[in-house]
């Protein structure tokens, strides 16, 4: 049976990278080596992983990248070390923000 997980990396810069593969030690020696250099991360290594969860399929642990990929920093951040509470508090903030014309930003998420 495959494992497949969604990771963050974190990059050198101090930005996050989220993907998912069916081989992370093999993924992350892609991202630090350079293979792709297309790749987001390839400007900005070494690169270290700081979050990993394993998934039950690939279309699940691709569902969840492209979810983590949309939250904020501070969201993610808030999953790497664990702070769930924290999770929903930065989902409601969000939702209230973007309720009203506003309080909606064109900026870039991290």
Same mark, same amino acid.
């Given at each position: 049976?495959?494992?497949?997980?969604?990771?963050?990396?974190?990059?050198?810069?101090?930005?996050?990278?989220?993907?998912?593969?069916?081989?992370?030690? =093999?993924?992350?020696?892609?991202?630090?080596?350079?293979?792709?250099?297309?790749?987001?991360?390839?400007?900005?290594?070494?690169?270290?992983?700081?979050?990993?969860?394993?998934?039950?399929?690939?279309?699940?642990?691709?569902?969840?990248?492209?979810?983590? =990929?949309? /939250?904020?920093?501070?969201?993610?951040?808030?999953?790497?070390?664990?702070? /769930?509470?924290?999770?929903?508090?930065?989902?409601?903030?969000?939702?209230?923000?973007?309720?009203?014309?506003?309080?909606?930003?064109?900026?870039?998420?991290?």
């Amino acid at each position: 049976m495959t494992d497949f997980s969604v990771y963050i990396l974190e990059c050198s810069d101090g930005s996050f990278y989220v993907g998912h593969t069916d081989d992370i030690r =093999k993924r992350i020696a892609e991202h630090n080596n350079g293979i792709f250099r297309q790749c987001y991360t390839f400007s900005r290594r070494p690169v270290k992983i700081v979050f990993q969860q394993i998934m039950p399929s690939r279309n699940e642990a691709f569902c969840a990248e492209r979810q983590i =990929k949309g /939250w904020s920093k501070a969201k993610k951040k808030a999953l790497i070390v664990g702070k /769930w509470h924290d999770i929903s508090i930065f989902a409601k903030a969000y939702s209230d923000r973007s309720s009203t014309p506003a309080g909606r930003s064109g900026g870039a998420a991290d």
